[in-house]
């Protein structure tokens, strides 16, 4: 089967920097689109950053200019840098992936970010 699986989330200060990590293994023909999304205690969850296989990229405003997001469609891993992290990054990350031939949705167990003095 198909697997997603997160690393690189932890504690940091306000200020500081991450850099998430997302490896797919199994068997994938070919993604179109890999995604990081996040859920903070009490909200809902939300798109972080996208990136095709075409390579556009898309991010949400509250993180446009801070995060980064790169993907390799070869090797199928994904990244996220975050920088300039706020208390309001606090959340738990997911890595997320989709095929549309044939149509599949994959997704890792995610991975919690802190960010707190």
């Known amino acids: 089967q198909v697997q997603l699986v997160e690393s690189g989330g932890g504690l940091v200060q306000p200020g500081g920097s991450l850099r998430l990590s997302c490896a797919a293994s199994g068997s994938i023909f070919w993604l179109n689109v890999m995604a990081w999304y996040r859920q903070a205690p009490g909200k809902e969850r939300e798109l972080v950053a996208d990136i095709t296989s075409g390579g556009s990229r898309n991010y949400a405003n509250t993180v446009k200019g801070r995060f980064t997001i790169s993907g390799d469609f070869v090797k199928n891993t994904m990244y996220l840098q975050m920088n300039s992290l706020k208390p309001e990054d606090t959340a738990v990350y997911y890595c997320?992936?989709?095929?549309?031939?044939?149509?599949?949705?994959?997704w890792g167990q995610g991975i919690q970010v802190t960010v707190s003095s």
């Open positions: 997320s992936a989709r095929s549309y031939s044939p149509v599949s949705n994959y």
